[in-house]
T-cell receptor
Framework: DAMVIQNPRYQVTQFGKPVTLSCSQT?????MYWYQQKSSQAPKLLFH???????NEADTPDNFQSRRPNTSFCFLDIRSPGLGDAAMYLC?????????????FGPGTRLTVL | GQSLEQPSEVTAVEGAIVQINCTYQ??????LSWYQQHDGGAPTFLSY????GLEETGRFSSFLSRSDSYGYLLLQELQMKDSASYFC???????????FGSGTRLLVRP
């Protein structure tokens, strides 16, 4: 089945220790997104790629970076995690068809910062 | 800026009908989507409205009125498994982004 896969599902890191979350997709979608979701809140878009074009949200902290080496993979790098970065991180994809934008979400990576 | 408003919580009885409203203020509105998210799970797509009117998919229906900047999700024949959070999300016409509402937590009681 075509899907969005995130690894790991659970990640524990120490305050200030860099961490990388990964996402892969078998849908061959043009657009990939990274969201941060904290408890009882809506997903908050961090950035997205249309193909290799990177789009950063204005309020995404510099501490968060992303890479998309090819169509299938996208990575979220948190350079110096703080306690406030503990959250669920969701990767999503969409075909890029203008205006329709059904997004397919991965299962998420729950990040704990000690 | 953009804003979307939904009720924070709704409670209903199994077998009943419930409506979750969403009002929005955005520039460049293209369409309105609804997503369901169970606790600990990922959001899943439910419906999409680009034009005014009602879209029906099984027990779920979604409505949009562009002139009123208003939409709703209608859930019929509620089941216990429908207990989840429901997010409305606006699609912006100049991007591939979704702007999510704050979400409505639906609790279905026996």
């Amino acid at each position: 089945d075509a899907m969005v896969i995130q690894n790991p599902r659970y990640q524990v890191t120490q305050f200030g220790k860099p961490v990388t979350l990964s996402c892969s997709q078998t849908l061959n979608h043009n657009v990939m997104y990274w969201y941060q979701q904290k408890s009882s809140q809506a997903p908050k878009l961090l950035f997205h790629y249309y193909d290799k074009d990177f789009n950063n949200e204005a309020d995404t902290p510099d501490n968060f970076q992303s890479r998309r080496p090819n169509t299938s993979f996208c990575f979220l790098d948190i350079r110096s995690p703080g306690l406030g970065d503990a959250a669920m991180y969701l990767c999503a994809t969409s075909s890029g068809e203008r205006g329709y934008n059904e997004q397919f979400f991965g299962p998420g990576t729950r990040l704990t910062v000690l | 800026g953009q804003s979307l408003e939904q009720p924070s919580e709704v409670t209903a009885v199994e077998g009943a009908i419930v409506q979750i409203n969403c009002t929005y203020q955005t520039s460049g509105f293209y369409g309105l989507s609804w997503y369901q998210q169970h606790d600990g799970g990922a959001p899943t797509f439910l419906s999409y409205n680009a034009l005014d009117g009602l879209e029906e998919t099984g027990r779920f229906s979604s409505f949009l009125s562009r002139s009123d900047s208003y939409g709703y999700l209608l859930l019929q024949e509620l089941q216990m498994k429908d207990s989840a959070s429901y997010f409305c999300a606006v699609i912006m016409d100049s991007s591939y982004k979704l702007i999510f509402g704050s979400g409505t937590r639906l609790l279905v009681r026996p």
